[in-house]
């Protein structure tokens, strides 16, 4: 069974920094890519960041609202995917979902998210 | 970037009676080299992350039960849940992975 379980979150003032981890078991975390979904309170989902599997680990593509802010990672000994959240703004509150699958498939498991609140 | 765009916002059924959510994206996420459309439906309860019910617009995730349907081509999708359950309250979100993923602003099914 597929499991994820984030950690890091938590309230940060804006303009600090925040690191994500998702921690991976249940399958060979190197053979898929990750991806980083957000949801802001009642909000939607929205898409913030994906990697490539172990064979593709320098790829990563991120939304353009935390481009050039956020870097995603991993760490294959430790079946982890990590999220760098630099220079945080308000509008990154939200929870955040690691999910297993990439830009471009179907995201099949989900953790149960982290929230991250940015607030002064 | 695609936008996804779902119909109705929100909608309340009868228990049995069937819901029928609409999608549609701004261009085609039909990938012509395997004639797959690159589309999948999530349901969210409150609470809970999203579960994936659908992939390549129909094709239904092991354990979903087959009362939830996806079908269409193109920019215009319909996930169907053939006869609601008390267990189907949830916000059903609509995702295209053509290009950079994007999903749709949600519709909330609840009980009327």
């Known amino acids: 069974e597929v499991q994820l379980v984030e950690s890091g979150g938590g309230l940060v003032q804006p303009g600090r920094s925040l690191r994500l981890s998702c921690t991976a078991s249940?399958?060979?975390?190197?053979?898929?890519?990750m991806t980083w979904v957000r949801q802001a309170p009642g909000k939607g989902l929205e898409w913030v960041s994906s990697?490539?599997?172990?064979?593709?680990?320098?790829?990563?593509e991120y939304a353009a609202s935390v481009k050039g802010r956020f870097s995603m990672s991993r760490d294959e000994f430790k079946s982890a995917t990590f999220l760098q959240m630099n220079g945080l703004k308000t509008e990154d509150t939200a929870v955040y979902f690691c999910?297993?699958?990439?830009?471009?498939?179907?995201?099949?498991?989900w953790g149960q998210g982290t929230l991250v609140t940015v607030s002064s | 970037d695609i936008v996804m765009t779902q119909s109705p916002d929100s909608l309340a059924v009868s228990l049995g009676e069937r819901a029928t959510i609409n999608c549609k994206s701004s261009?085609?996420?039909?990938?012509?080299?395997?004639?797959?459309?690159?589309l999948a439906w999530y349901q969210q309860k409150p609470g809970q992350p999203p579960k994936l019910l659908i992939y390549?617009?129909?094709i239904r995730e092991s354990g979903v039960p087959d009362r939830f349907s996806g079908s269409g081509s193109g920019t215009d999708f319909t996930l169907t849940i053939s006869s609601l359950q008390a267990e189907d309250v949830a916000v059903y979100y609509c995702q295209q992975y053509y290009s950079l993923p994007t999903f749709g602003q949600g519709t909330k099914v609840e009980i009327k």
């Open positions: 261009q085609s996420v039909l990938y012509k080299s395997n004639n797959k459309n690159l």
């Open positions: 249940g399958f060979t975390f190197g053979d898929y890519p």
């Open positions: 390549w617009a129909s």
């Open positions: 990697i490539g599997s172990k064979s593709y680990a320098g790829t990563t």
């Open positions: 999910a297993r699958g990439g830009s471009n498939s179907s995201l099949r498991g």
